[in-house]
């Protein structure tokens, strides 16, 4: 299995940054998908998550109110809508699927993931 996130860059402070979390094969169906976040010089951090269907989020609260998390119906692919960006916000971002189908902020419960984006929010 393999994931691929994309759609990050460069932005100002305020701006805003769709990224995309694509499978290799219809692996995102069942279970939920997470977004995470490494900045430099500091450890992976939860950022969102959502369940199988779509019908459950959680949010770190660093990011609530301004992200959004979404997957589309039909397709093997679940989004990062970032709005209100902050330059705290630079980091690269990976997305990964958990061994269970409801939403979880806890790392070790997912399985699959994927090579990051960077996303840059310039001051």
């Known amino acids: 299995v393999q994931l691929q996130a994309s759609g990050g860059g460069l932005v100002q402070a305020g701006g805003s940054l769709r990224l995309s979390c694509a499978a290799s094969?219809?692996?995102?169906?069942?279970?939920?998908v997470g977004w995470f976040r490494q900045a430099p010089g500091k450890e992976r951090e939860f950022v969102a998550t959502i369940n199988w269907d779509g019908s459950s989020t959680y949010y770190a609260d660093s990011v609530k109110g301004r992200f959004t998390i979404s997957r589309a119906k039909g397709k093997n692919t679940v989004y990062l809508q970032m709005n209100s960006l902050k330059p705290e916000d630079t980091a690269v971002y990976s997305c990964?699927?958990?061994?269970?189908?409801?939403?979880?902020?806890?790392?070790?419960?997912?399985?699959?993931w994927g090579q990051g984006t960077l996303v840059t929010v310039s001051s």
């Open positions: 990964a699927t958990a061994r269970r189908s409801s939403v979880t902020s806890v790392t070790s419960d997912y399985r699959y």
């Open positions: 094969r219809n692996t995102l169906s069942n279970n939920a």
